[in-house]
């Protein structure tokens, strides 16, 4: 019944294992989400509350997922039903799979829209456009472009043909040489650019902000934000990191591998902050600035600094590169479904998911133009898209999950697969069977 490997590849060792992951994990919700959603919920106590929720939640869900995969070696849905089998439950647990995979496809449509952004930003950084705005020109011309379908389309189309160009091309082909190119390309990025905010006068007011810690800024609304980040930021609760899970290598130690992509994720979200927030500061400007903080309010600032052309420009291409690779591991459980389950080439299935993904993002792109009227419950296409997917599916995807490997898997499976102490066994257990359920169907209901 146990496949030695998956017929899509194996990763070349744990470390690309763990780049993978860390590529799939990184993105907008690192660089664009958390630090605007830091700065809403007041900084440092809100930080503290994240830390903690992935790793009483987030980190044994990931070990759970990547558990599945690489025992079954098999993408998501076929890997939930393999397991369910053979722990004596039924198939049905495979519905999961199906969920995630219309998560998948739902999240790429508007990701691959604000991917579409960003490399807007990236050619506005490089000609100049944004040099010395002020913040009404900048907010003037993000609504420009949020009015222009047919700019937009151009950067979705090119956005979905670059991440068409690498799931195309396979596991080891495509996924892995991404990873090998991209991930240090991120990480020397990254720390260019936190170089260059400790460079500004704003560094330690914005190192105090992210990590001053006062009990009494904690609301109850920041815990809920916090936990259900924790959960997209490391990409759980649609089948992502088990199907990265199924090409990993057997001799890999699952618990330490996820501790590491946990560790890289909150530490590239935690430099991002820290790297955009001085820029602010030392610009006098509003660190609360939501969604706006990244595409108006930064740029004003670099428009102001000294070399701020030329770091803006790196960091749109770091920002970039991270949804890059996120995107990818949105398309990949689909791929290898459609070509496990229904014997598709992968090319087929590749280019299949590519046209469903495109149009569906136009629809996500128009909900700022020429379908702003069309609403779901008073939420256009775009938001309601983004609220079915990080506030329903995945949280109801990550309870499924734990659940299932927490009370309905065999034990032993864990054991044999995950081979940890006993005491992190049990940690992990408590976890999955009781803190990360209770704690996300909160989030859950009260979201609803
Ligand atoms: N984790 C990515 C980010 O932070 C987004 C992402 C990629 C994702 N794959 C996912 C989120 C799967 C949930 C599930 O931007």
């Known amino acids: 019944m146990k496949n030695k490997t998956s017929i899509q590849g194996t990763w070349a060792s744990r470390w690309i294992f763990i780049l993978a992951a860390t590529g799939s994990a990184v993105g907008l919700g690192n660089i664009w989400k958390f630090p605007y959603i830091t700065g809403e919920n007041g900084g440092g106590a809100f930080v503290l509350v994240y830390l903690i929720c992935i790793a009483l939640v987030g980190l044994p869900i990931m070990m759970a997922e990547v558990f599945i995969g690489r025992r079954a070696r098999k993408n998501p849905i076929n890997a939930l039903e393999d397991l369910a089998e053979e722990s004596g439950q039924s198939k049905k647990w495979g519905i999961i799979g199906l969920m995630g995979m219309l998560a998948g496809i739902f999240i790429f449509s508007f990701y691959s829209v604000v991917a579409g952004w960003v490399l807007h930003y990236i050619k506005a950084m490089a000609t100049g456009e944004l040099a010395n705005v002020s913040s009404e020109q900048a907010g003037a011309l993000f609504n420009e472009l949020l009015a222009d379908p047919a700019t937009l389309l151009g950067w979705h189309t090119l956005f979905t043909l670059m991440v068409l160009a690498v799931v195309i091309a396979g596991v080891n082909k495509g996924l892995e040489r991404a990873t090998r190119i991209m991930m240090p390309a991120l990480f020397f990025l990254l720390i260019a650019l936190l170089g260059y905010a400790i460079s500004t006068p704003?560094?330690?007011?914005?190192?105090?902000?992210?990590?001053h810690f006062d009990v009494s800024e904690l609301s109850w609304d920041a815990v809920l934000v916090?936990?259900?980040?924790?959960?997209?930021?490391?990409?759980?609760?649609?089948?992502?990191?088990?199907?990265?899970?199924?090409?990993?290598?057997?001799?890999a130690s699952i618990g330490s591998t996820v501790l590491m992509v946990g560790a890289l994720d909150t530490l590239v979200a935690l430099v991002a902050g820290l790297a955009i927030f001085p820029i602010i500061f030392s610009n006098g400007m509003n660190p609360g600035a939501g969604p706006g903080l990244m595409f108006i309010s930064l740029p004003?600032?670099?428009?102001?600094?000294?070399?701020?052309?030329?770091?803006?420009?790196?960091?749109?291409?770091?920002?970039?590169?991270?949804?890059?690779t996120s995107a990818i591991s949105l398309l990949e459980p689909s791929v290898a479904f459609l070509v496990e389950r229904f014997k598709l080439k992968r090319s087929t299935a590749s280019i299949g998911l590519a046209i469903l993904v495109w149009l569906l993002g136009i629809a996500c792109l128009g909900s700022f133009n020429f379908m702003s009227d069309v609403t779901f419950f008073g939420k256009n296409t775009f938001d309601a898209l983004d609220y079915l997917t990080t506030n329903i599916m995945l949280p109801l995807g990550g309870i499924l999950i734990a659940i299932?490997?927490?009370?309905f898997v065999k034990d032993q499976f864990v054991k044999d697969e995950v081979q940890t102490s006993n005491f992190i066994h049990v940690c992990w257990k408590v976890s999955v069977c009781v803190i990360s359920p209770i704690a996300v169907s909160i989030v859950l209901l009260l979201n609803l």
């Open 226 to 251: 916090a936990l259900g980040h924790s959960f997209f930021t490391l990409s759980l609760g649609m089948g992502t990191i088990m199907a990265y899970g199924s090409y990993m290598p057997k001799k």
């Open 202 to 211: 704003g560094f330690s007011q914005g190192w105090d902000f992210m990590f």
């Open 300 to 324: 004003v600032a670099f428009g102001q600094m000294a070399f701020g052309q030329f770091f803006g420009f790196l960091f749109f291409v770091l920002v970039g590169v991270a949804a890059w």
């Open 404 to 407: 299932f490997a927490g009370w």
